[in-house]
């Protein structure tokens, strides 16, 4: 039995790249840091991959610094690099449920999306890896 499941708490890296596909489908793309216990730790830093509506929520209420919830799965980027013809990969969450867990105000009027689940709160500015 294989079990692939991500579950995610950070602040997004920068504000998503959202592209349109012609079949209507949206996809988003972004960074997210997510802090180790210790302070004097650097953050891990994962990229996410969300479709669909999602993606719209992401596209309109998540940016560069947003505190987010995710659960979602890790797949593999595989791909040849044009210049050099190298095969190449990275790590990525396909996000299935994303929660937008800081303020109202930090997201824009948005809330949560997907219902609860990770519970809420803002840390304090020495807990923002950026």
């Given amino acids: ?4 499941s ?3 708490v950070g602040r997004a890296g920068r504000d998503p790249e ?5 079949s209507g489908s949206m996809v ?6 997510v802090n180790r216990r210790s302070r004097d730790d650097e953050p ?4 996410l991959e969300i ?15 947003s505190l987010l919830g995710i659960i979602g799965s890790v797949k593999l980027d595989r791909w040849t ?4 013809g190298e095969e190449r990969s990275k790590p990525v969450v396909r996000v299935d449920r994303l929660e937008l867990l800081g303020s109202k105000r930090e997201n824009e009027g948005g809330g949560n999306y997907g219902g609860g689940g ?5 840390p304090s500015d020495e807990e923002v890896p950026f």
Avoid at 28 to 33: C, G, V
Avoid at 51 to 65: L, S
Avoid at 118 to 122: E, K, L
């Fill in 6 to 8: 991500v579950t995610l």
């Fill in 81 to 84: 690099d044009r210049t050099s």
């Fill in 18 to 22: 959202v592209r349109y596909f012609e």
């Fill in 118 to 122: 990770f519970g809420g709160g803002s």
């Fill in 51 to 65: 479709w669909g509506k999602q993606a719209q929520v992401a596209a309109d209420y998540v940016r560069k610094g």
């Fill in 1 to 4: 039995m294989g079990v692939n």
């Fill in 28 to 33: 988003a793309n972004l960074t997210m840091a």
């Fill in 44 to 47: 891990d830093w994962f990229n």
